[in-house]
């Protein structure tokens, strides 16, 4: 049987030394604790072993923008508007190889699972491919050859704005009709790896009746439904004066909430939506990094658990990709606003970048070792300049305040190794992260 054999592992209970993991297929068949001499057919993983990372929340094409517009003045929606150009100028082919760099550089992060919030769908001028799936096919096979598993949150887009028809860029997002998103995303298979579920873009894209047949696509699927929800001011201005409603609340009326459900950033929420949220045993997916980035502001991270939501982590436009990162943020940004430290437990915020990540991905298999698990392992050098000196029998603290994702050094997704020594065993990741800049229209 295959095994690896781990240094150190954290598991629920704390750290294991000398922990062997059997596995069968892609899942743990058994770990054994305290064995100091592996068999020499083991794969060893120095280190400390920590569980699969999911990034909840991604564009992969917005990574071409990494470094490109964070000067300058401007706010969310001047930044809208310079990934409208990119997203109108990328090829099927070219979505391909970003999503492929971009891919490749979250398995080196540890990300065994990415959420990739897919809503480039058809050519210029919303003209449809012979295949109008071939971008989100596109994305899948970037996923596989990188290595790590996708669920594909395949978004319904249909408007530019609350009752403004689709135009420019937009015109490549839309199906016209809720109907025909539908129709289009039943192509769409899962397998190995992949899994397909459903995304409403956001209100402003798409309308209540519109929303309510996506939420039932995926209630009749059981498939993991998400969208983008309070991201800035505006949008809730927008929604309030044409419903009367918060977008969360228009979302509850179309039947979205629920444990199924993910609310993308969850920024700009009445204390009615946090209740909401909340009773739904909803998802909340917070994006700091990007939040930041975009001027979107910080949401009520402690208020949402509190109400009874699970928080989940995603690098979103891609200008960062580091996991740690992202889990400190939600804590560091709060302390910021409210002069208070220590109001989400390392913990938890560990547990967000992980198993909570995974979960509402529709792989709630994933983010934890133990048997029966998904046999996602990512070890983690805590000898690095950042983490030596760290606590290592209690090291949940070290990792959310100080690692990053460049102390990653060896990843594994369903028992096959993908990284090894910080190297991807497939793909040359900075090549290929160095010949996107040619894609820049
Ligand atoms: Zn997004």
């Known amino acids: 049987m295959k095994a690896f054999w781990c240094e150190r592992a954290l598991l629920d209970g704390g750290v294991e030394r000398g922990l062997l993991v059997e596995v069968d297929g892609e899942r743990i068949a058994s770990l054994e604790p305290g064995s100091d001499s592996p068999p020499p057919e083991v ?57 492929l760099a971009a891919f490749g550089e979250m398995a080196l992060a540890g990300i065994t699972t990415v959420g990739e919030f897919h809503y480039l769908h058809h050519d210029r001028g919303g003209a449809r491919y012979a295949d109008p799936n071939e971008i989100g096919r596109a994305g899948i096979a970037a ?93 809730n201005e927008a929604c309030l004066e044409a419903y009367g409603r918060t977008p969360t609340a228009v979302l509850a009326d179309a039947g979205a909430l629920g444990e199924r459900f993910t609310a993308v950033h969850a920024t700009h929420l009445a204390d009615s939506d946090v209740s909401r949220l909340g009773n739904a045993n909803a998802t909340c997916c917070l994006c700091p990094t990007t939040e930041r980035d975009l001027a979107d502001g910080i949401g009520p991270a402690r208020r949402l658990v509190d109400a009874g939501s699970r928080l989940a982590l995603g690098s ?43 979960a509402c991905l529709g792989w709630p298999e994933a983010g934890r070792i133990e048997p029966g698990a998904l046999c996602d392992l990512v070890a983690v050098d805590i000898e690095s300049v950042r983490l030596a000196g760290t606590d290592r029998e209690d090291p949940i603290a070290g990792l959310v305040f100080a690692a990053s994702a460049a102390d ?5 997704v369903g028992g096959r190794r993908i990284v090894h020594d910080g190297e991807h065993l497939g793909i040359d990741v900075p090549r290929l992260l160095q010949d996107l800049s040619g894609l820049l229209p």
């Open 408 to 412: 990653v050094r060896d990843v594994v």
């Open 316 to 358: 979103d436009s891609n200008a960062v990709i580091d996991p740690f990162e992202e889990a400190r943020a939600v804590e560091l940004d709060e302390r910021l606003a409210s002069g208070v430290r220590g109001t989400h437990a390392p913990a938890d915020l560990f547990r967000a970048a992980t198993a909570n990540g995974h």
């Open 43 to 99: 794969t060893r993983l120095k280190g400390l072993v920590i569980p699969g990372l999911a990034n909840a929340h991604s564009h992969a094409f917005q990574r071409l923008l990494r470094g490109r517009t964070q000067s300058g003045e401007g706010s969310f929606w001047t930044w809208r508007e310079r990934m409208y150009e990119l997203a109108d100028a990328l090829s099927p082919e070219d979505c391909g190889k970003v999503a």
């Open 143 to 235: 996923a596989r050859e990188a290595g790590i598993r996708i669920t594909l949150l395949d978004a319904c887009y249909l408007h530019g704005g609350i009752g403004v028809d689709a135009e420019g860029a937009q015109r490549r997002f839309s199906d016209g009709d809720a109907e025909a998103w539908a129709e289009r995303v039943n192509e769409l298979e899962g397998g190995p790896g992949v899994r397909i579920g459903a995304a409403i873009h956001s209100v402003r894209a798409v309308d209540p009746e519109s929303a309510s047949a996506v939420a039932a696509w995926s209630a009749e699927r059981e498939a993991p439904l998400h969208a983008h929800v309070s991201e800035q001011p505006a949008e």
